[in-house]
């Protein structure tokens, strides 16, 4: 997929209204489906998950404020954010002194709506511009939310691309937001190109789409996650800014290692493993301490338009999706080929030119970085350095080193 194609997609997914439960959530998977096979789960309201219980379901048709001449001064037709997520069923009358308490604004962004939630306790609100509160009189206003909470399922999806391997690496993004572009309708769709890419892995690759906390929490109680060697959360894809690696809890997880060693040459930050923020956090609970990280562009919280109706596809741009997802690739193809290996002949340097080894690189413009590449991976296969370790150490591509690898391990001198 091309940056404008994920950005098409994202202005696709834009108007459905998603919260951690509900027909929203469902829709999504359906488009994203059109792209990739999924396999849905739904898992029913009152489902014990961990320390957690699958919620009641919610689903919203209408919502809106009207003023005394019959006006919508607030509709959820116009955008879903207007509507506090999860909100209860309303309808009454009041004045705007009785409604205020219910009313959520931006004051330092007056021309923005905001996004709320109260997932786990009944309440109701509406959410608004601040400009558009200050021009409301004192009412009455007729108040509707038609909404319905009641049991039902929470509904997740995975995409599962075999290997030659039952290891996987796992790419997991959230699908609990409403009309939010960069947070995050374009990790959704970099998930869906990168996985569009990769065919005939080592590793097996499993993308997750499930809501936030609640969603990770139940893919981890549902699953063998024992399999997971290596995963990353993907969140915030879209937006201009610099691209960020939030390290795993480990610290020194492979994972680490492939995503700083990509980053390098790019604008970047990487930054240390906090219990805070997305999905890295579940995976990386102290019982699991799986090797996952995070990317985003700018991270959670790290750009004004956050979380309000300024985060639209006009926020997201292509290139900066296509920028993400080259970055991802190049991950995918450092961890497919990061193997350690032993040398089968540690005792001295192997004669190398009766293999054929030095021949085979003759006369070729990098044939000093071949050869070097060879003598770094026999010096260092020693089943304890990875190729990766190897291309650090020596400063040499990873490129290099890995062709080394493969030529010395088809001449009998490396072993896995």
């Given at each position: 997929?091309?940056?404008?194609?994920?950005?098409?997609?994202?202005?696709?997914?834009?108007?459905?209204?998603?919260?951690?439960?509900?027909?929203?959530?469902?829709?999504?998977l359906?488009?994203?489906?059109?792209?990739?096979?999924?396999?849905?789960?739904?898992?029913?309201?009152?489902?014990?998950?961990?320390?957690?219980?699958?919620?009641?379901?919610?689903?919203?048709?209408?919502?809106?404020?009207?003023?005394?001449?019959?006006?919508?001064?607030?509709?959820?037709?116009?955008?879903?954010?207007?509507?506090?997520?999860?909100?209860?069923?309303?309808?009454?009358?009041?004045?705007?002194?009785?409604?205020?308490?219910?009313?959520h604004t931006?004051?330092?962004?007056?021309?923005?709506?905001?996004?709320?939630?109260?997932?786990?306790?009944?309440?109701?609100?509406?959410c608004?511009?601040?400009?558009?509160?200050?021009?409301?009189?004192?009412?009455?206003?007729?108040?509707?939310?038609?909404?319905?909470?009641?049991?039902?399922?929470?509904?997740?999806?995975?995409?599962?691309?075999?290997?030659?391997?039952?290891?996987?690496?796992?790419?997991?993004?959230?699908?609990?937001?409403p009309?939010?572009?960069?947070?995050?309708?374009?990790?959704?769709?970099?998930?869906?190109?990168?996985?569009?890419?990769?065919?005939?892995?080592?590793?097996?690759?499993?993308?997750?789409?499930?809501?936030?906390?609640?969603?990770?929490?139940?893919?981890?109680?549902?699953?063998?996650?024992?399999?997971?060697?290596?995963?990353?959360?993907?969140?915030?894809?879209?937006?201009?800014?610099?691209?960020?690696?939030?390290?795993?809890?480990?610290?020194?997880?492979?994972?680490?290692?492939?995503?700083?060693?990509?980053?390098?040459?790019?604008?970047?930050?990487?930054?240390?493993?906090?219990p805070?923020?997305?999905?890295?956090?579940?995976y990386?609970?102290?019982?699991f301490?799986?090797?996952?990280?995070?990317?985003?562009?700018?991270?959670?919280?790290?750009?004004?338009?956050?979380?309000?109706?300024?985060?639209?596809?006009g926020?997201?741009?292509?290139?900066?999706?296509?920028?993400?997802?080259?970055?991802?690739?190049?991950?995918?193809?450092?961890?497919?080929?990061?193997?350690?290996?032993?040398?089968t002949?540690?005792?001295?340097e192997?004669?190398?030119?009766?293999r054929?080894?030095?021949?085979?690189?003759?006369?070729?413009?990098?044939?000093?970085?071949?050869?070097?590449?060879?003598?770094?991976?026999?010096?260092?296969?020693?089943?304890?350095?990875?190729?990766?370790?190897?291309?650090?150490?020596?400063?040499?591509?990873?490129?290099?080193?890995?062709?080394?690898?493969?030529?010395l391990?088809?001449?009998?001198?490396?072993?896995?």
């Amino acid at each position: 997929m091309t940056g404008e194609e994920m950005h098409a997609l994202v202005a696709r997914l834009y108007p459905l209204c998603r919260s951690i439960t509900g027909d929203g959530v469902r829709e999504t998977l359906r488009v994203v489906g059109e792209h990739l096979p999924l396999r849905i789960s739904e898992v029913p309201t009152g489902t014990q998950v961990l320390d957690w219980t699958i919620p009641n379901e919610w689903n919203i048709r209408d919502a809106y404020i009207k003023d005394p001449e019959g006006r919508r001064v607030v509709d959820f037709a116009d955008s879903n954010l207007h509507v506090v997520g999860y909100s209860v069923p309303v309808s009454a009358t009041l004045t705007l002194e009785e409604l205020r308490p219910h009313l959520h604004t931006l004051p330092e962004q007056p021309d923005l709506i905001p996004y709320r939630t109260s997932y786990y306790a009944e309440t109701w609100g509406f959410c608004l511009r601040a400009s558009t509160l200050a021009e409301m009189g004192e009412g009455p206003y007729e108040v509707l939310i038609d909404s319905t909470l009641e049991p039902g399922h929470l509904t997740y999806a995975e995409h599962v691309i075999p290997g030659r391997v039952e290891d996987e690496v796992i790419v997991s993004t959230h699908v609990c937001h409403p009309s939010l572009a960069n947070d995050n309708l374009a990790g959704i769709a970099v998930a869906v190109a990168l996985a569009r890419r990769i065919t005939d892995p080592w590793y097996t690759y499993r993308f997750i789409m499930a809501p936030g906390t609640i969603g990770a929490i139940t893919w981890l109680a549902r699953n063998r996650v024992e399999r997971v060697k290596h995963g990353l959360t993907l969140a915030c894809a879209g937006d201009r800014g610099a691209l960020t690696y939030k390290r795993s809890r480990r610290g020194n997880a492979e994972i680490d290692q492939v995503m700083s060693y990509v980053l390098r040459g790019r604008r970047h930050e990487i930054v240390d493993f906090t219990p805070y923020g997305y999905d890295e956090r579940q995976y990386c609970s102290p019982g699991f301490d799986l090797g996952v990280g995070s990317l985003t562009r700018t991270p959670y919280a790290g750009y004004p338009e956050y979380h309000t109706s300024g985060d639209d596809p006009g926020f997201v741009a292509p290139e900066a999706m296509e920028e993400t997802l080259e970055v991802l690739w190049e991950a995918v193809g450092v961890l497919e080929r990061n193997r350690r290996y032993h040398n089968t002949s540690p005792y001295g340097e192997p004669q190398l030119g009766r293999r054929g080894l030095y021949d085979s690189v003759g006369g070729r413009s990098d044939a000093k970085q071949a050869q070097m590449a060879m003598l770094w991976v026999l010096n260092l296969s020693d089943g304890e350095h990875s190729l990766l370790d190897i291309a650090e150490r020596s400063t040499l591509p990873f490129s290099a080193v890995a062709t080394a690898a493969r030529s010395l391990l088809a001449a009998g001198l490396l072993k896995e």
